[in-house]
């Protein structure tokens, strides 16, 4: 089977740097995926990670590491509109991506 | 370009009814899913198919079917609501392995 965590739910202040924390355990892999979603919002694609190491887009980067089954998504200088869920997802040795339940990210002034 | 287009939107049925949601997509891509959303909760997966005529079952596939018929559309069948399924539904598409293109979700309630 497949298994994803994340932290519930995180806050920060406006213009920090925050980490958010995806494992994963499957069977296969086969890539790593970050998707942001506003509430009542359809999710919105931001990352995507194959290979170990770090990828950098704007003020949004996502590290993996497949020997630990780890990654993170680091937001840089948070604005209020980062406030979302942010939800990590992996696709195993199918086609399937399964998803974890996700991180409320709250930022404040 | 629409991209993933799901109807209806907003759809309230009574215990026992059946109806289909409907998920077609203009961007020729290969793979469509159906998710569910319940509350707080992240996206499972209902069910999944990588072609025309080719359908797999995902995390949570009871109490549903889904079709293959073309490229284009993916429908999502509801047999016998129950009040369980009351959730968000939204179906995605892309091309091959690579990104999920969502649609904009379609809110179901079963009283």
């Known amino acids: 089977g497949q298994n994803i965590d994340q932290p519930t739910e995180m806050t920060a202040t406006e213009g920090a740097i925050v980490q958010i924390n995806c494992t994963y355990q499957t069977s296969g892999f086969n890539g790593l995926f970050w998707y942001q979603q506003h509430a009542g919002e359809a999710p919105t694609f931001l990352s995507y990670n194959v290979l170990d190491g770090l990828e950098e887009k704007g003020r949004f980067s996502s590290f993996l590491s497949r020997s630990k089954g780890y990654s993170y998504l680091l937001l840089k200088e948070l604005q209020m509109k980062d406030s979302a869920s942010y939800l990590c997802?992996?696709?195993?040795?199918?086609?399937?991506?399964?998803f974890g339940k996700g991180t409320t990210l709250s930022v404040s002034s | 370009n629409a991209g993933v287009t799901q109807t209806p939107k907003f759809r309230i049925l009574k215990i026992g009814q059946s109806m289909t949601l409907q998920c077609t997509q203009d961007?020729?891509?290969?793979?469509m899913y159906w998710y569910r959303q319940d509350p707080g909760m992240g996206l499972k997966l209902i069910y999944y198919?990588?072609?025309?005529?080719?359908?797999d079952k995902g995390e949570v596939p009871n109490g549903y079917n889904v079709s293959r018929s073309t490229t284009e559309d993916f429908p999502l069948r509801l047999e016998l609501a129950a009040p369980s399924q009351t959730s968000v539904y939204f179906c995605a598409a892309a091309y091959y392995t690579g990104e999920l293109f969502f649609g904009e979700g379609s809110r179901l309630t079963v009283l």
């Open positions: 198919s990588v072609g025309a005529g080719i359908t």
């Open positions: 997802a992996v696709r195993g040795a199918g086609t399937a991506l399964i």
């Open positions: 961007m020729n891509h290969n793979y």
